[in-house]
């Protein structure tokens, strides 16, 4: 449901779909609706589709993942957890420093237990003059380390 309430918000401001944009990577040259190098990772249980998530990586510093959701028959069973491990387990064997996501208010907490913190807003101010994330009005940006040695 927050996804279809995004989507609609979104294309009444931009009047487009943002959700569509990403998903199918679709480029523009304006730098902030250019979602090309998104990837669309899906976890499926028995053939179903449980969990998906979108995700870019922008270099060796920084991925970031702006979408995702778990259908609700699947919901509280773990599917976003083994989405997310596996993600992070990709990222790590490319040398990614660190996951950064938009997170809606509600859901922080499930975020946190994933290992998330909300980022400091000297870090995200830092992120976004190096590169264009994509983030939501009313959301908290978060963060996950996947290096150790990260000079941030």
Do not use: N
């Amino acid at each position: 449901m927050y996804a279809r309430v995004l989507r609609d918000k979104q294309r009444f401001y931009t009047g487009r779909d943002v959700a569509e944009d990403v998903i199918f990577g679709r480029e523009s040259k304006l730098k902030r609706v250019d979602f090309k190098g998104f990837y669309t990772v899906i976890l499926e249980e028995k053939g179903d589709v449980a969990t998906v998530a979108t995700v870019r990586v922008h270099d060796e510093r920084v991925a970031e993942l702006p979408l995702a959701a778990t259908r609700f028959s699947h919901r509280r069973r773990g599917m976003c957890r083994v989405l997310v491990d596996e993600l992070e387990k990709q990222l790590r064997e490319l040398r990614v420093e660190r996951l950064v996501l938009p997170a809606v208010p509600s859901a922080l907490e499930t975020w946190t237990k994933l290992g998330f913190s909300k980022m400091r807003d000297e870090d995200k101010s830092s992120l976004l003059q190096k590169y264009t994330l994509l983030d939501f009005q009313g959301t908290i940006m978060c963060q996950k380390i996947l290096k150790t040695h990260s000079p941030w």
